[in-house]
């Protein structure tokens, strides 16, 4: 299933051109990057954020008004899964201090933190625990732990990639926190790559002015997973419940949040779990696939917990933007959507259209990379087809190896060069297709800086969170931001665990509100969610279904 | 779909029919099957979908990754789940001998009689049985090496008559030779 002829013959044009853009890389001469009036018209004319019939405005909750992608906007205003006169909220499965919802990289950082401070914590995940974002990370995570660098510089970066829309105070603790943070994740165990001297190996990332990110091969996000997700279950202190979503969050007598009602996948029981402090971390929102775009997601990325802290009156923060990542997989088929990271353009993979020339300075900012590759597929006509239909640009990775020497690609890129070989083709000798694919939600739920939220006692850290990044999140500062900000919300949740009382009356009253209000704007077109698991079943399947369980 | 675009598979002993540019995962997607249990990353990051197939020219099963594995013509296969395969529990900060304590954590280590049945095994092309005896030899370095690209899927350990936890020697070995080190603040590249 190697490139089929056709495809063969476009790659001389790559081949063609490669012996001249190296001796230019070598030089340490790359591609104009665009003025800044040149980055406003691409995005404008064609990133899928300004596309306005591709948004509505939402008629009911805290951010009415607000136009967002429709595939959110109609999530958020869906109705409960639960029956609100049947649930019996007096019959407490679980007590704990502190309930985190979602076990990724920021849910198990926070579990560590809150048990480390002498807190009962309860976590309860819809996949096994660490079926998450975090564990596809890739590229790296940021940090100013390098002589030449420091905090400050990183400060500017992460506002510029954002566009100058981030909150200040978030940024802040992101950057303080982030040696720091680099720290913790080492002393756990987290094997980063290290020079024979000892000294950490830093990169440049898209839109950093120092390096700063440091990586684990290509497999950061897994190897911090593996390890957070192992230290976590030798804490007997942290109860894990997988398998077991959140559908609502609770609240209580005060209108603080006191828990949470949570399902058994496997049994279809409903749970109900008293807790002093909540933590939201169910991360992002790449399968409800905006815009049709497929994404690099896992499985369980479906915005579960905005749709519930929607409904208790949280706001939200930058929704309207979503990352789309320049670089994702369009061949073979069986790979599309799939993410390559940044990092191939980190070292001097250069992206080149269907004649095989350069089109754009490959380290643009992330949005403007992906409205760059939308414009030499469309205006410019200049795209490669594939087979299936898609069309898209190359990206050369096997100028690498004449960068920096044989065997570069298979030790740096070792997970995506498997990969493709499973394919029959060889990235260190062929380039890759790519096109831009749906990736990260860049706002989320507004928070402080120790995720607290609008609600006592309900707090929020990672992807499901807004502000840190503004509208555009730089490579390597969310990986970062779970860590960061897992950490703080831990530990804020068991400092405020302590402090609280325990909650007496549990209540679901801002559910049915927020289903009045629903009524009120006559939506009633019977949508529900969470939505919990994407639906993949083809529309005559999905058309005859019944539930199989009539009571 | 046209008839021509479609392969016949077969998973768990029953026939469907699938689009024929997908993945297992992909095929039983569109087939309407709907699990939490053995699907995460749907890109052969996570480990979960390890699975058992049979191609229609060959005569002994495979094992891999059903988010990664191409369908094809007669392909027949099932998903594995959760392979039995207990982590012990321990805490890093207090273990003084981390080469003894492999052997007190593992007891099973030294059963491995060299059959190779866990490399073949491995999705991600690791030499699983060198780097157990790396871990019995106490070579934390080389452990650490081998077991980069390990996504924790439980296929080696399946594989293992000796009854050997390769996914938990690999994850304990790489933390502990982390722990032995000082934290070290970052560098740039040197120039030149
Ligand atoms: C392919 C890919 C590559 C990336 N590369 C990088 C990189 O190089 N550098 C970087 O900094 N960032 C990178 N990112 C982004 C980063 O990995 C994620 O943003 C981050 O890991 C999110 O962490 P999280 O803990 O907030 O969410 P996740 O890790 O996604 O965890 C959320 C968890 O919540 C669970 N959950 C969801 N809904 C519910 C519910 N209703 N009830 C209970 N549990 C629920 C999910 O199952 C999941 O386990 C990448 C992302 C992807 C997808
Ligand atoms: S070493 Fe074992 S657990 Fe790890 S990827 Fe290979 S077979 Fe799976
Ligand atoms: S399968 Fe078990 S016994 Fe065989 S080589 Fe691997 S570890 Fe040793
Ligand atoms: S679903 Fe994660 S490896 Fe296949």
Redesign the pocket.
């Known amino acids: 299933m190697s490139y089929p002829p056709e495809l063969k013959s476009l790659i001389r044009f790559v081949e063609k051109t490669r012996p001249q853009r190296v001796e230019r890389a070598r030089r340490g001469e790359s591609y104009p990057a665009l003025t800044l009036a040149e980055r406003q018209d691409r995005l404008t004319r064609f990133h899928p954020d300004y596309r306005a019939e591709a948004k509505r405005a939402l008629s009911v909750g805290s951010n009415k008004g607000d136009r967002l992608p429709i595939e959110l906007a109609d999530l958020l205003e869906s109705h409960s899964r639960l029956d609100l006169d049947e649930v019996r909220l007096d019959r407490v499965d679980v007590d704990t201090d502190v309930l985190i919802?979602?076990?990724?990289?920021?849910?198990?950082?926070a579990a560590l933190e809150a048990v480390q401070a002498g807190a009962s914590v309860t976590v309860?995940?819809?996949?096994?625990?660490?079926?998450?974002?975090?564990?596809?990370?890739?590229?790296?995570?940021?940090g100013a732990t390098a002589e030449a660098d420091s905090p400050c510089y990183h400060y500017i970066d992460a506002m510029g990639g954002g566009h100058f829309s981030n909150a200040p105070d978030l940024v802040e603790a992101l950057v303080k926190d982030a040696p720091v943070a680099i720290e913790w994740l080492e002393r756990l165990g987290v094997l980063f790559d290290k020079y024979p001297d000892g000294r950490m190996k830093v990169r440049h990332?898209g839109g950093t002015s120092r390096k700063r990110?440091h990586?684990c091969g290509d497999m950061?996000?897994a190897e911090i997973?593996r390890v957070l997700r192992d230290e976590a279950r030798n804490r007997p202190g942290i109860r894990m419940l997988e398998f077991?979503?959140?559908?609502e969050l609770l609240l209580d007598e005060r209108g603080q949040c006191a828990g949470?009602v949570?399902l058994n996948l496997e049994t279809r029981e409903l749970y109900i779990v008293r807790a002093k402090a909540v933590i939201l971390?169910?991360?992002?929102l790449?399968r409800l696939h905006i815009q049709g775009f497929p994404?690099?997601?896992?499985?369980?990325?479906?915005?579960?917990?905005l749709v519930?802290a929607y409904r208790a009156g949280i706001k939200t923060c930058f929704l309207d933007s979503t990352q789309f990542?320049p670089t994702g997989a369009i061949y073979p088929e069986q790979n599309a959507g799939?993410?390559i990271?940044?990092?191939v353009r980190g070292l001097g993979a250069h992206l080149l259209n269907r004649s095989g020339e350069e089109f754009l300075f490959a380290l643009e900012p992330r949005d403007v990379a992906s409205a760059c590759i939308i414009r030499e597929c469309s205006e410019q006509g200049l795209g490669v087809a594939t087979p299936a239909g898609r069309s898209g640009v190359w990206l050369d990775s096997p100028m690498i190896e004449l960068l920096h020497g044989e065997g570069t690609v298979r030790r740096e890129l070792g997970a995506k060069y498997l990969q493709f070989q499973r394919f029959g083709i060889d990235i260190s000798r062929e380039p890759m297709l790519v096109y831009p694919t749906l990736?990260?939600?860049n706002g989320g739920l507004v928070i402080g800086v120790n995720g607290e939220t609008s609600i006592p006692g309900l707090l929020a850290?990672?992807?499901?969170?807004g502000g840190v990044h503004g509208k555009n999140?730089l490579?390597?500062?969310?990986?970062?931001?779970?860590v960061v900000f897992?950490r703080r919300a831990g530990l804020a949740a068991a400092a405020y665990a302590r402090e609280a009382g325990a909650p007496k009356a549990l209540s679901l009253d801002h559910v049915r509100s927020f289903e009045r209000e629903l009524t009120e704007a006559g939506i009633s077109d019977g949508k529900v969610g969470?939505m919990?698991l994407p639906n993949y079943a083809p529309e005559h399947i999905r058309a005859r279904r019944v539930a199989m369980h009539v009571p | 779909m046209a008839f021509q675009d479609q392969v016949s598979i077969q998973f768990m002993g029953k026939t469907y029919r699938v689009s024929k540019d997908s993945t297992l995962m992909g095929a039983l997607l569109e087939t309407g099957w709907e699990s939490a249990r053995e699907l995460?990353?749907l890109?052969g990051?996570c480990g979960t979908c390890a699975a058992l197939y049979r191609l229609p020219d060959e005569t002994h099963v495979r094992t891999g990754l059903a988010c990664r594995i191409p369908v094809r013509e007669g392909i027949s296969f099932s998903l594995v789940g959760c392979y039995p395969c207990p982590e012990p529990v321990y805490d890093l900060t207090t273990i003084d001998d981390p080469k003894q304590a492999l052997f007190d954590l593992f007891p099973e280590i030294t059963g491995c009689h060299k059959c190779g049945l866990c490399v073949t095994a491995c999705p991600q092309d690791i030499d699983v049985m060198r780097g157990m005896w790396c871990a019995v030899f106490g070579d934390y370095v080389s452990v650490a090496d081998h077991f980069k690209h390990c996504v924790q899927c439980g296929l080696c350990a399946r594989a293992c008559r000796a009854g050997l936890r390769p996914i938990w020697v690999a994850a304990y070995a790489r933390r502990v030779l982390e722990r032995g080190q000082e934290p070290l603040v970052g560098g740039q590249e040197p120039s030149g």
């Open positions: 919802i979602g076990a990724g990289g920021a849910g198990t950082a309860a995940t819809k996949l096994r625990h660490g079926d998450a974002n975090t564990v596809m990370a890739e590229g790296g995570i940021q990332g990110l990586s950061t996000g997973m077991t979503p959140a559908l949470a949570l971390s169910t991360g992002g790449g994404c690099t997601n896992h499985y369980g990325a479906t915005a579960d917990g519930m990542h799939l993410l990271t940044e990092k990736h990260y939600q850290a990672g992807e499901v969170s999140r490579m390597g500062n969310s990986l970062l931001d779970i897992g969470p919990l | 995460g990353c890109g990051c």
